[in-house]
């Protein structure tokens, strides 16, 4: 049989759903909420220890978000914020599930650059706080 691009299409975009969703399940795991670490760079390949201490750890809302099946992606319940350990200029994240099994690494920008993970500031000041404006995955 053969199938038209617009039919491809919708086959594609209704495989992803179950895979996002086992994403969000995934992430949503464990007795604890979920939470992002903020990084300086470098980033170290996927799944690599960092170079060093996390600038912040941001604990996420339990559930951490809901499923945008619209554009396929899971969006964070923001805002979320957590007080900065150390300074410095926040350049990558790693995302931890509710057991504190690494999940993912995603990009980090202000809010007008192109990060996963938007704040309203990349450069993250000792004993402030470091808000996420924005976070999505696309799925």
């Not at 300086?40 to 941001?58: H, S």
């Not at 992606?73 to 099994?101: C, H, K, N, S």
């Not at 007008?112 to 799925?139: D, N, P």
């Amino acid at each position: 049989m053969d199938i038209s691009t617009a039919h491809t299409t919708a086959r594609n975009t209704a495989a992803r759903l179950p895979a996002l969703q086992a994403s969000s399940d995934l992430l949503d795991s464990g007795t604890a909420a979920p939470y992002i670490e903020l990084h300086p760079a470098p980033r170290p390949a996927a799944g690599d220890p960092p170079a060093g201490a996390a600038l912040v750890t941001i604990p996420m809302a339990n559930p951490p978000g809901t499923i945008d099946t619209g554009l396929v992606r899971i969006v964070l319940t923001v805002p979320a914020e957590g007080q900065i350990a150390v300074g410095g200029d926040a350049f990558w994240a790693r995302i931890y599930d509710g057991a504190g099994a690494w999940w993912a690494d995603a990009s980090v920008s202000d809010e007008a650059g192109t990060g996963e993970i938007k704040l309203q500031s990349v450069t993250l000041q000792a004993g402030a706080f470091a808000r996420i404006t924005s976070a999505y995955f696309q799925g």
